[in-house]
């Protein structure tokens, strides 16, 4: 079922049957949601001329990602990257999608066209939940991304994973590539703020839409809008429409 190998330097393990590789994650304990020293950084950005339309949306909707909590995260894999066109089609082999230009690309599924459901019903792994998400995302750092408190630009974008070099070049220091490009789907559902919710890095759950972390790659090429905010660690809203999927699953025994 899985296969040990180095990628791009760095261990990996591969789910044989589909080819999707991915990275293994340590535990540990992390400050999960935007920090004040986060909102600080992007007001930073909007004081030295570096926002394009206005962020006042972003900080009135600020409290969907507080109060900000200490998290444990039991150790775990993750997809290097989010699920291609190509990935997608060794459980879905009829999947076609208007979003991606080649198999290489990332798959985003349409909920009103059955295929997340589908693909969801099929995958021998999970969703990640909002803490594994992000956790992965910071991969140790506690600034806007894991590049630090400098405005993310649309050179930090990546939609399509035929480019080994390209790919490599992107990863964060766990090993993962593309963390806010794509809306990637969680398994915690959508519920605004963080207010009593779980601190061992469980997913909550519940009736209703799920929550939806990144998302900067849908909505390119920009429009001036600040779309930029879409890339920082912290950043989640509620799912709506086509989504990415980023599986996670257990460690595989030794």
Same mark, same amino acid.
């Given at each position: 079922?899985?296969?040990?190998?180095?990628?791009?330097?760095? &261990?990996?393990?591969?789910?044989?049957?589909?080819?999707?590789?991915?990275?293994?994650? &340590?535990?540990?304990? +992390?400050? *999960?949601?935007?920090?004040?020293?986060?909102? #600080?950084?992007?007001?930073?950005?909007?004081?030295?001329?570096? =926002?394009?339309?206005?962020?006042?949306?972003?900080?009135?909707?600020?409290?969907?990602?507080?109060?900000?909590?200490?998290?444990?995260?039991? &150790?775990?894999?993750?997809?290097?990257?989010?699920?291609? =066109? @190509?990935?997608?089609?060794?459980?879905?082999?009829?999947?076609?999608?208007?979003?991606?230009?080649?198999?290489?690309?990332?798959?985003?599924?349409?909920?009103?066209?059955?295929?997340?459901? #589908?693909?969801?019903?099929?995958?021998?792994?999970?969703?990640?939940?909002?803490?594994? /998400?992000?956790?992965?995302?910071?991969?140790?750092?506690?600034?806007?991304? +894991?590049?630090?408190?400098?405005?993310?630009?649309? #050179?930090? !974008? !990546?939609?399509?994973?035929?480019?080994?070099?390209?790919?490599?070049?992107?990863?964060?220091? +766990?090993?993962?590539?593309? *963390?806010?490009?794509?809306?990637?789907?969680?398994?915690? =559902? /959508?519920?605004?703020?963080?207010?009593?919710?779980?601190?061992?890095?469980? &997913?909550?759950?519940? #009736?209703?839409?799920?929550?939806?972390?990144?998302?900067?790659?849908?909505?390119?090429? /920009?429009?001036?809008?600040?779309?930029?905010?879409?890339?920082?660690?912290?950043?989640?809203?509620?799912? @709506?429409?086509?989504?990415?999927?980023?599986?996670?699953?257990?460690?595989?025994?030794?």
């Amino acid at each position: 079922m899985w296969t040990e190998e180095i990628v791009a330097g760095r &261990p990996a393990w591969r789910h044989a049957p589909s080819g999707v590789v991915f990275r293994k994650v &340590p535990g540990g304990t +992390f400050r *999960m949601g935007l920090s004040d020293a986060e909102l #600080d950084a992007v007001r930073a950005i909007e004081r030295s001329g570096g =926002v394009e339309d206005t962020i006042e949306p972003f900080l009135a909707g600020a409290g969907d990602a507080q109060p900000v909590r200490e998290v444990r995260v039991e &150790p775990f894999l993750i997809a290097r990257h989010p699920l291609t =066109v @190509a990935q997608v089609r060794h459980w879905l082999p009829e999947y076609e999608d208007p979003y991606a230009e080649a198999g290489t690309g990332t798959a985003r599924l349409e909920g009103d066209l059955d295929d997340l459901d #589908d693909l969801l019903k099929l995958l021998p792994f999970q969703l990640p939940s909002e803490a594994q /998400w992000e956790y992965a995302a910071r991969a140790g750092t506690t600034t806007l991304t +894991f590049r630090g408190d400098g405005k993310p630009g649309e #050179d930090q !974008l !990546l939609d399509d994973f035929g480019d080994e070099t390209r790919v490599a070049a992107a990863e964060n220091s +766990f090993g993962l590539a593309a *963390m806010g490009s794509a809306n990637e789907l969680c398994a915690d =559902v /959508w519920i605004p703020g963080f207010a009593g919710a779980p601190a061992d890095g469980q &997913p909550r759950t519940g #009736d209703g839409p799920r929550t939806v972390r990144g998302g900067a790659a849908d909505v390119y090429p /920009w429009q001036g809008c600040d779309e930029w905010l879409l890339l920082l660690s912290a950043t989640r809203y509620e799912h @709506a429409e086509f989504t990415a999927v980023r599986p996670v699953a257990p460690l595989p025994p030794r």
